[in-house]
């Protein structure tokens, strides 16, 4: 039981590349979410999926796309990586967007 | 817009003492508060999670209490332990149901 699992867990980018970053899980939760990470500040909400098939923006949705590509799985696509973009990306799951939210272990990306 | 607020220097406490931390909000009546651990290079890990008609919930050895006439919360710690040094972290949920996190203040227990 892995719980929520991210790839990669390091990624360094050009500006203008494009990536995917993955994310599943094996709990059985409906609600899935992307979040950055960035020093000084608190986890903000990119893309949120709230079951499969559904995904709706978060506070900062610019410059990312989402595909929640079945109950286990949800992924963050950078398609033109800009600087502003350096960050650390987290999933995280949760059963109600009030109760409890599982994370995974990040992806720390650097755009140069 | 709804805005939260963790004392952002780290929190040095000897061992064994009670650590306090505090999150305060403005411009949001949530119905929840949560509480989250983070350790270097990790993601954040649920402690706790207290009701706007709480008061105080406990688990071992962490309280927490919500007062929603002051708009905080205070994290407390007994008996502290080295092993407690990280950040810890909190969120409330706001009227679309989604999570505002404060920036987290480092805890750090000398021995």
């Known amino acids: 039981n892995a719980g929520v699992t991210q790839t990669p867990k390091f990624q360094v980018l050009k500006t203008g590349q494009s990536m995917t970053l993955q994310c599943a899980q094996d709990?059985?939760?409906?609600?899935m979410y992307w979040y950055r990470q960035d020093p000084g500040m608190g986890l903000r909400l990119i893309y949120y999926?709230?079951?499969?098939?559904?995904?709706d923006k978060g506070e900062v949705p610019n410059g990312y796309n989402v595909s929640r590509l079945n109950k286990r799985e949800f992924s963050l696509r950078l398609e033109s990586a800009a600087p502003s973009q350096t960050s650390v990306y987290f999933c995280?799951?949760?059963?109600?967007?009030?109760?409890?939210?599982?994370f995974g272990p990040g992806t720390r990306l650097l755009v140069l | 817009s709804q805005k939260i607020e963790q004392n952002s220097e780290a929190l040095n406490i000897q061992e064994g003492k009670t650590a306090t931390l505090t999150c305060n909000y403005t411009?949001?009546?949530?119905?929840?508060l949560q509480w989250y651990r983070q350790d270097p290079g990790r993601g954040p890990v649920f402690l706790l999670l207290?009701?706007?008609n709480e008061k105080e919930k406990r688990k071992e050895r962490l309280k927490v209490t919500f007062d929603t006439t002051l708009k905080q919360s205070l994290f407390h710690i007994t008996a502290s332990q080295p092993a407690d040094s990280a950040t810890y972290l909190c969120?409330?949920?706001?009227?679309?149901?989604?999570?505002?996190w404060g920036a987290g203040t480092k805890l750090i227990i000398k021995p």
């Open positions: 411009n949001y009546s949530p119905a929840y």
């Open positions: 207290i009701r706007e």
């Open positions: 999926s709230a079951s499969e098939g559904t995904t």
């Open positions: 709990m059985n939760h409906n609600s």
């Open positions: 995280a799951i949760g059963g109600l967007p009030q109760e409890t939210q599982y």
């Open positions: 969120a409330l949920a706001d009227s679309n149901y989604q999570l505002i």
